[in-house]
């Protein structure tokens, strides 16, 4: 029989996973970048809450009428003698806290030709507006 040695057994290292230092940095970046947009077009965004009441000051025909609120159609319809009509929207932009927008109704018929009204109303951001319109 042979005598037997007691060599150290080697120790191997586990295997690592190395990462692309470089791969990771990009992908940190990209989501700082878009966080720092996304707040940025949070601040800038602003919106408002206008209540318009049309109103008919004919007192014996129904009118065709139609609300624009700055250039962009809200509401259209007929009134009856003496009747109004409510619309709510809200109003949103992005820039500035406050925005002017011009509010515009025109009613056709009721036997004395086509009558109009406009008000110009400032919006600030979170507000609520009411205007009335006669037509």
């Not at 080697?10 to 230092?21: H, I, K, N, S, Y």
Request: hydrophobic share 45%.
């Amino acid at each position: 029989m042979q005598p037997q040695t007691t060599q150290p057994i080697a120790r191997v290292p586990p295997p690592t996973t190395r990462r692309p230092a470089r791969g990771t940095s990009i992908v940190v970046a990209m989501v700082i970048v878009v966080v720092v947009a996304a707040l940025g077009f949070i601040a800038f965004w602003h919106s408002a809450f206008l209540e318009v009441t049309v109103g008919s000051t004919h007192i014996a025909f129904t009118v065709a009428y139609q609300l624009r609120v700055d250039d962009a159609i809200w509401a259209q319809g007929t009134l009856g003698p003496l009747e109004s009509q409510i619309t709510n929207r809200s109003v949103s932009w992005l820039g500035g806290s406050c925005k002017s927008v011009i509010v515009f109704a025109i009613s056709e018929g009721g036997g004395l030709g086509s009558q109009s009204d406009e008000e110009m109303v400032t919006l600030c951001g979170g507000s609520f507006r009411q205007v009335t319109l006669l037509v």
